[in-house]
């Protein structure tokens, strides 16, 4: 089993920032992606942004040039800076651990709710 650890939510004002955290512990051998996701209430869990271990990045493209991903491997951590937050980025964010190969199987953290007020 993966355990997820996220951390760094809050309230913020529109066009502040937040930084989020996750550690990744346990069974992580194989785990070759780690990203965030986020949902909205009423709406679906959507990808918001992922790094695999050799650093390749993917944005949605409602964040892209506003946040920004990172890890730390000898950690086992990964980031999300959040910039020039709006409020249409208030939602739960949840860290996400993958096996992605010809199968994939994920492992989630337990989301950390980040607020913009406008």
């Known amino acids: 089993q993966v355990q997820l650890v996220e951390s760094g939510g809050g309230l913020v004002q529109a066009g502040g920032s937040l930084r989020l955290s996750c550690a990744a512990s346990?069974?992580?051998?194989?785990?070759?992606?780690m990203g965030w996701y986020r949902q909205a209430p009423g709406k679906q869990r959507d990808l918001v942004a992922s790094?695999?271990?050799?650093?390749?990045?993917n944005y949605a493209a409602s964040v892209r040039g506003r946040f920004t991903i990172s890890r730390d491997n000898a950690k086992n951590t990964v980031y999300l800076q959040m910039n020039s937050l709006k409020p249409e980025d208030t939602a739960v964010y949840y860290c996400?651990?993958?096996?992605?190969?010809?199968?994939?199987?994920?492992?989630w953290g337990q989301g950390t709710q980040v607020t913009v007020s406008s």
């Open positions: 996400n651990a993958a096996q992605s190969y010809s199968w994939r199987r994920d492992y």
């Open positions: 346990g069974s992580i051998f194989g785990i070759n992606a």
């Open positions: 790094i695999t271990t050799g650093g390749t990045t």
